[in-house]
């Protein structure tokens, strides 16, 4: 399996909602328990879960052309 920079770039959705909630609850959770054990490692993974979360891309994932969205929605 190869990682495609270019594929990367385009910025196409490609999570899908329950996956979407559950990176939302889990940014939020990392980041609380972040500024309560100053934490930095909790505070940027909680910050990268909220905004691929929110926006509902991965970078990661469109490099490995990984799609958790489902096309029917």
């Given at each position: ?65 990984k ?7």
């Amino acid at each position: 399996m190869s990682f495609d920079y270019k594929r990367m770039l385009k910025f196409e959705h490609n999570v899908g909602e329950k996956e979407k909630k559950y990176r939302l609850y889990a940014g939020v959770a990392a980041f609380l328990l972040s500024v309560f054990t100053a934490e930095i490692f909790l505070l940027v993974i909680g910050i990268i879960l909220i905004a691929t979360g929110y926006s509902g891309w991965c970078p990661v994932y469109s490099g490995l052309d990984k799609n958790t969205l489902n096309p029917s929605s």
